[in-house]
């Protein structure tokens, strides 16, 4: 069985309609077999989502890990002042993620690639966003950690969201040690946002 952060899933398509809510906007995305949140959003990316949207205005933004794009598409929808980066190791992901693109017409904003964590994205971004791949384990989390560090521009912004019982204490003592500063914005419903600062 192929995972959803498998390079290349096997698994046969079936694509899907995903229609959500949030700031007012409606927005509509395909999915498939073998993405992250196939079947629906999922509360940490909402819950994150909620939070960022407040925060980020302008600048470059990579959405590493982005599934079917759900975090970077719906920042370039919501805010048309940044440009985004969608990357995941997924070719399926990617795919899904600019099909989405092109359907939202922000394909001129949003750039959609193929990458094992950071390996194939150039330059600096001045937000690193992710629900990051817990099930992938701790050696990729930390990648993401330290990865994100060396692509922000000094002052940038990792923003996260982890779930308490799936490692956020941890999460935040970690970050602790790779960034100038790391504040915990919101708790809810177990799943806690973080942003860590360059």
Not at 123 to 149: C, H, M, Q, W
Request: proline residues 2%.
């Amino acid at each position: 069985m192929s995972h959803y952060f498998t390079k290349n899933p096997t698994t046969l398509s079936k694509e899907r309609t995903i229609t959500y809510k949030i700031n007012g906007l409606t927005i509509n995305l395909t999915s498939d077999t073998n993405v992250f949140a196939k079947n629906g959003i999922d509360t940490g990316t909402l819950t994150l989502l909620k939070v960022i949207t407040r925060l980020i205005n302008t600048g470059k933004v990579l959405d590493i890990g982005c599934g079917y794009g759900v975090i970077g598409l719906t920042l370039a929808s919501l805010i048309p002042d940044i440009q985004v980066v969608c990357s995941d190791i997924n070719l399926r992901a990617v795919e899904l993620t600019k099909k989405n693109a092109r359907a939202l017409e922000l394909s001129e904003r949003v750039t959609s690639l193929q990458s094992n964590l950071y390996e194939n994205i150039e330059g600096k971004f001045d937000y690193v966003v992710s629900n990051p791949p817990i099930r992938a384990g701790k050696k990729v989390l930390d990648e993401i950690y330290t990865g994100a560090y060396r692509k922000l521009n000094t002052g940038g912004h990792l923003y996260l969201v982890v779930r308490r019982k799936q490692g956020a204490e941890s999460t935040v003592r970690r970050l602790k040690e790779i960034f100038a500063r790391v504040d915990v914005l919101n708790k809810d419903k177990g799943y806690w946002v973080i942003s860590a600062t360059k």
